[in-house]
Nanobody, 123 residues
Framework: QVQLVESGGGLVQAGGSLRLSCAASTRTFWRYAMGWFRQAPGKEREFVATISRSDSSTYYGESVKGRFTISRDNAKNTVFLRMNNLEPEDTAVYYC????????????????WGQGTQVTVSS
């Protein structure tokens, strides 16, 4: 079945930027809505961003709106998360997720998940 592999995490200073990538091992990537979620130590999993099968439809969590941008390249079977103006509160493990059909803000509606990549923002 489809596998998702995140990359691009790391340590950055507040105000800096990172771009996360998620590579999918399926030839039908275009059929999947994709999302990014994150989980900080001691906190519940939080919705970050989602994108439809077409890159014309996106939705963002309130805490990242205006700073993060989700995009996809169906020809490369890859979804991206550009993170600008990072804050210490953005520190978390970031997970890539996929589901057939419409995009969603609800984690339980996704049935494919990556292993996560750590993002740490220092002050």
């Amino acid at each position: 079945q489809v596998q998702l592999v995140e990359s691009g995490g790391g340590l950055v200073q507040a105000g800096g930027s990172l771009r996360l990538s998620c590579a999918a091992s399926t030839r039908t990537f275009w059929r999947y809505a994709m999302g990014w979620f994150r989980q900080a130590p001691g906190k519940e999993r939080e919705f970050v961003a989602t994108i439809s099968r077409s890159d014309s439809s996106t939705y963002y969590g309130e805490s990242v709106k205006g700073r993060f941008t989700i995009s996809r390249d169906n020809a490369k079977n890859t979804v991206f998360l550009r993170m600008n103006n990072l804050e210490p509160e953005d520190t978390a493990v970031y997970y890539c997720a996929g589901r057939l059909g419409a995009h969603s803000t609800l984690g339980y509606e996704y049935n494919h998940w990556g292993q996560g990549t750590q993002v740490t923002v220092s002050s």
